[in-house]
């Protein structure tokens, strides 16, 4: 990689012995992946930090990296943690996990990294710092990735943990893969046939992501306009089954005119036509369904935002859950900020737990006491069965509404 002055003196310590070993980090993966030069970043958004998946070594990692002063140099953020950082004991953690877990944190907040702990930094523009069309960032997390590309139409590619804290402290990130334009060309045509409902975006992106991996999908046809649900939803579900980093959606996402170029490159190399009984067709073979009913349902994967907390609310409709019953849902502080007062006060009062700051895929849920668990979300049905070894079913969230509230 061609560095400039000022980035080779980083790298031989002149801005301290945490800032050269993160420029190590970010010129190996660079010359690695054929990178020219380094770009300067908006933001990064740091993922890897819960205790349950990261481990020990990410704790051992974070202890030299402050000690070594490790500051971040750009507004940066983090992913969800293992454990609501307030209330875990009424989560079922232990104490163990919760000590971990919090140093994690505690070292974070130390580097000037912003600790919301949200998966969804892309609309917490209140606290975090906002991205624009054409910046180019360094986020890990990988709705948070598509999203960013795909509906906001900044630039990252799929950073993991360590290379987004490396961005963070540098400000930098090699320059390849979605920060360029060739590398962001839609290379895979889905037209979409029918009404879809918010489950179908999530099928939709199993779909496409279980038999096409790693591809730019550009999807047209949809009738109507999605909302932020179903984009979100569309994208976790690719990243997670297909390792997909962007789709473009005609009329929605601000890139979809880069299609006319991919075809008369002759880029496109396959074309899907799908609609919701082939996506209905599909959900068995995608995600199985258990034997049994669950009683326990997990909302909010990716993160709940406002928009997820008004659909909830107005499924409720004054219920209150049934006797065994229960519905969790993950957020975070910063969305519950966002917020009146009077839609929280009658979820919870309808009994639904509410916990900030983690998720359902890095929280021990099998600690927690749970063993089957209904989800609407395409990424979560994905990957609870692999993370915790729990069963899972795919429903929407209505149909869990009217399942537990009487
Ligand atoms: Fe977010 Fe956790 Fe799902 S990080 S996207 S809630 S797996």
Request: glycine share 12%.
């Amino acid at each position: 990689m061609e560095l400039t002055r000022e980035e080779e003196l980083a790298l031989e310590g002149e801005e301290g012995e945490a800032a050269a070993l993160a420029m190590k980090v970010l010129v190996n993966l660079g010359d690695l992946e054929g990178a020219g030069r380094m770009l300067p970043i908006g933001s990064a958004h740091v993922s890897g930090v819960s205790y349950l998946t990261a481990g020990g070594a990410l704790l051992k990692l974070l202890e030299e990296f402050t000690r070594k002063g490790a500051k971040a140099k750009v507004p940066s953020s983090l992913n969800p943690a293992g454990m609501d950082l307030a209330c875990w004991e009424r989560m079922g953690i232990g104490p163990f996990f919760a000590s971990k877990q919090s140093r994690i944190i505690e070292l974070f907040s130390q580097m000037g990294i912003d600790t919301t702990c949200s998966c969804i930094p892309y609309e917490l523009s209140g606290t975090v710092h906002p991205i624009r069309l054409g910046e180019h960032v360094a986020w890990g997390e990988s709705n948070a990735v598509i999203y960013a590309n795909s509906v906001v139409g900044a630039r990252t590619n799929r950073e993991g943990g360590i290379s987004s804290l490396a961005s963070a402290i540098t400000g930098l990130t090699p320059e390849y893969g979605l920060h360029l334009d060739g590398g962001r060309l839609p290379t895979f045509e889905v037209e979409v046939r029918g009404n879809l409902s918010h489950l179908h975006f999530d099928l939709l992106g199993a779909y496409i992501g279980k038999n096409w991996n790693s591809v730019i999908a550009h999807l047209s046809g949809i009738k109507g306009r999605p909302d932020i649900i179903d984009l979100k939803h569309l994208g976790a579900s690719l990243a997670a089954k297909g390792g997909h980093a962007m789709f473009h959606m005609e009329g929605v996402t601000p890139e979809h005119r880069m299609m006319e170029r991919s075809r008369k490159e002759g880029i496109v190399r396959e074309r899907l036509v799908i609609g919701p009984s082939e996506l209905e067709a599909a959900q068995e073979d995608l995600y199985p369904a258990p034997q049994k009913e669950p009683d326990i349902y997990v909302l909010g994967c990716p993160q709940f935002g406002p928009a997820e907390f008004g659909r909830l609310h107005g499924a409720i409709k004054g219920r209150k859950l049934k006797e065994g019953k229960r519905i969790i849902v993950f957020t975070s502080k910063a969305v519950r900020s966002m917020l009146g007062s009077g839609v929280l006060n009658d979820i919870v009062g309808a009994g639904v737990e509410i916990y900030d700051d983690t998720c359902m895929v890095v929280t021990p849920l099998r600690d927690m006491g749970i063993g089957l668990v209904g989800t609407d979300s395409g990424k979560a049905a994905h990957y609870i069965p692999k993370m915790s070894k729990v069963e899972t079913e795919l429903l929407p969230m209505e149909l869990m509404v009217e399942r537990s509230m009487g």
